[in-house]
């Protein structure tokens, strides 16, 4: 990693976390705290200074040269500060026809030209490629709410990826082997993981200050003249592995094949790949199908 790029994940770490929550502690403080126009306006001021301040070295040097993993990490930190943009009110896809904010567009679509991904912060920055730093990994804000959004999404996403990898075993040895029920058995603990996951969430979660202080740094914003969506916490390849393993959705199904081709630059290469290898799969309940109309039986 660059200097330029240490130096802006730095920031990223300290004071634009510190920006943000102070701002929020503002807007949540509002009689309406989703009005957030003139409000706290010179944190805003600071907040875009200083990151683009930090982001023109890094357009200049472009970072496609340097490794995967680096690139990728600067996306999400550039990305990072463009959804804070958004959610501040200093940028609105509605009102402009291209982003003002050029060289963060600019290093956003080399970036991702130059290792097959949306030019915006994806679900991975935040969860698996998120790396912690003294047990702390990147957010926005220092909020609670946050924390436990950003951990328990985390969790759910590592249990529905062991299920989905458990599930991709099962195809070349068939559905009769016998590591077959092992593989199906793991599935199902993880999935049971998952649900544990999600019940704290639901349980703990302070539903006002997410949808006020949370979610609006997922909405869509530019990046040049496009628009894109806010990251989805399934974005990852497993999730629609199990989908189509176990027979619940088809590849070939017009709305679902829609979601897939929607999705699919919103997720890490891999995760590309292997999805596009799961579409070739036979689906696992065919395959139970079929063999139990032709299996012997028991005499």
């Not at 629609?240 to 081709?261: K, S, T």
């Amino acid at each position: 990693m660059s200097r330029a790029a240490e130096q802006f994940d730095a920031w990223i770490r300290s004071s634009f976390v510190e920006m943000n929550t102070a701002l929020e502690e503002l807007y949540i403080a509002l009689p309406d705290p989703g009005q957030v126009d003139g409000v706290g306006d010179d944190i805003k001021a600071q907040l875009a200074r200083e990151g683009r301040a930090l982001i023109s070295p890094l357009a200049e040097e472009g970072n496609t040269d340097k490794q995967f993993d680096a690139a990728f990490d600067v996306l999400g930190n550039l990305g990072m500060f463009m959804a804070a943009l958004r959610r501040h009110e200093l940028t609105n896809p509605e009102r402009e026809a291209q982003s003002p904010f050029e060289e963060c567009s600019a290093l956003g679509m080399h970036i991702a030209a130059s290792i097959g991904t949306v030019p915006r912060f994806a679900t991975a920055h935040l969860t698996t490629h998120n790396k912690a730093i003294n047990g702390i990994q990147k957010r926005f804000t220092s909020l609670a709410d946050e924390k436990l959004f950003i951990d328990t999404n985390l969790l759910g996403i590592l249990a529905f990826k062991r299920a989905g990898a458990a599930l991709m075993k099962i195809p070349p040895m068939g559905v009769s082997a016998t590591g077959s029920a092992e593989l199906l058995e793991e599935a199902r603990a993880a999935l049971e993981r998952a649900v544990r996951h999600n019940k704290v969430l639901f349980d703990q979660l302070n539903v006002r200050n997410f949808f006020h202080s949370v979610r609006p740094y997922y909405k869509p914003y530019r990046v040049g003249k496009e628009i894109y969506r806010g990251a989805n916490a399934g974005d990852f390849a497993e999730i629609n592995q199990i989908d189509l393993l176990l027979g619940l959705c088809r590849g070939n199904d017009p709305y679902y094949a829609q979601i897939l081709e929607e999705k699919i630059l919103f997720m890490m290469p891999e995760d590309q790949i292997s999805l596009r290898k799961c579409l070739g799969m036979r689906p696992l309940l065919d395959d139970f199908c079929d063999a139990a109309a032709t299996s012997p039986g028991e005499t």
